[in-house]
Structure formats: structure tokens, C-alpha cells
């Protein structure tokens, strides 16, 4: 594969793995793609927790499943949820943006038929979503996720080391910045091997939830949990995705 078809073939893999572990050498590259990742001033900030063993993957699926949970009871995230969530793919198409409910939610059963009006008006009021979190609903999408994440073949914490900050005020938002590219550089060696890469948010979006991770997996005070990311062999391809056209963000001289 070139570059190009890399760059534009990459999904967020949200099926399952192959269950053989990731072959010494590819871990190599990947771990190599990462370490070089351009940083200001080379700081070069991260540090990468990779989890193989079953008692690792356990807490972090345990915490996803927890999380998840309590974000189906959390009215203002089902809220701002809604707003990037398409209800078909036609949507989703012409759209350009934001993700299929359907690949990320297993909706209750009552729900898995109903009439796309409905779901629209629902997802128009998500806030009721958490009468449905309360009665249970958050259950079934967070034990399939965390499910996957016990199973996946690796997981890898990724890390931000604060204490190698560069100089100048602006100095955490390049590192940041850096961590991004870092992430970039290996879910693009990923997709040149065949391994596929999703992330895994839910259990970094609460401090608390963060704090045990760090606990967990001795991760020093002065790093931040920037993501988790779970990776395997594709078993097959999964996963459309959409993106606006180039007219919608694209300016020549100035934004008109
Ligand atoms: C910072 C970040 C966090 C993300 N978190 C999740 C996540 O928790 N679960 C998930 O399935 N995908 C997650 N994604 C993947 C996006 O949903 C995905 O990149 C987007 O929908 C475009 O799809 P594509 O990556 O297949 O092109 C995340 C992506 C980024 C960059």
C-alpha cells in the first residue's frame, strides 16, 4: 500500500480481531512509527503502556463497562451525543459528517425496529434517553464494548509525559498537539500491517475514571492519559466512513 491509499484506507476498526496476538515484528514497527513523531523543540513527551495479559484488558474493560453505564444516565452527554449522531446511512452520506447510531449504540430491542420518525424525535430529545439509561438501557452497549476490550489481542495506553514540556507559554498545546500526530503515525503503521486500531474513549472521559486508570497501571501524577486504543488483526473489513468535501473546509486567501 502507498502512503495515499494508507492515509485514506484507515478505518476506526470497530469489529472483532483475529485472536492471535500482534506478531513481535509489527509490534516493532508500530512502536518505531511512534517513536518518530515530530515534537516541539524533540521533547518527544509520550510514553506508551502496552497491555497483553488478562488482567490489564479486565480493569480497563470493567472501567469502560462502568463508564458507559453512567453516561446512558447522563442527560447532558446523551445530549451532546445526539447532535453527531446519523440515523442512516443515506444521512450519513449526504451529511459528510458525524457517526452511524447503528455502529455504535445496540439500541434496546423495542427500539431496534421502530420507525426512523421515531428515533429522530428521540434523538431530538436524548435527554430522555436517560429515563432508558436508568431502566438499563446503558447495559447492553457496555458490556458488547467492553467485551471487545477484553478480548482485543493488545491494548495500548497512551501517555503524555509533562514534565518533558517545551519552552514557551504555548507549551502544553504543542505537546498536545504532538500526541495527536504520535496517534496518527500508528494507527497509519497499523493500517499498512493489516492490524486494526478503534479508540476507546469512555473510560478517559471522567477525572475519576482517569485517576484510576493511572492508579491502575502506575502511570506517573505528572502524565495525562491521553487515549486507549484497542488493536488486532482485522478478521474482516468493517466500517464506511464519510467525510465533508474539500469546499466545506478548504479556503484560498482568506474564509469567504
Ligand atoms: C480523539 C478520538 C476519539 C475517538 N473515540 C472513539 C471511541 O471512543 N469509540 C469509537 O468507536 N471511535 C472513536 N473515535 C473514532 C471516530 O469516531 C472516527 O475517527 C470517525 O468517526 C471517522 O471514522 P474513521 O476513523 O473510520 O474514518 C475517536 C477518534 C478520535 C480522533
Redesign the pocket.
Known sequence: MNLFDVITQ???H?GTFQERMIETDDLEKLIEAARWTPSPFNVQPWELVLIQETEGKSALADLTERAIIAQFKDANFLDDNSRWMRLTEKEWQEQGDG?LLSE?VTLPKPLQNAPEKLLQELLKNAKSFTLLGHLGAGKIPAKEIALQVREAPLLMLVTMNCKRYPPGDGGTRWMWLSMGMLIQNILLAATALDIGV?????PLERSVDREQIRQRFNIPIFHEVI?LLRLGYIEKET?N?VRLPTSEFVHFEKIK
Not at 478503534?198 to 469512555?202: H, T
Open positions: 484507515r478505518r476506526s470497530r457517526v455504535h478503534q479508540f476507546v474513549s469512555a487515549t466500517g466512513s
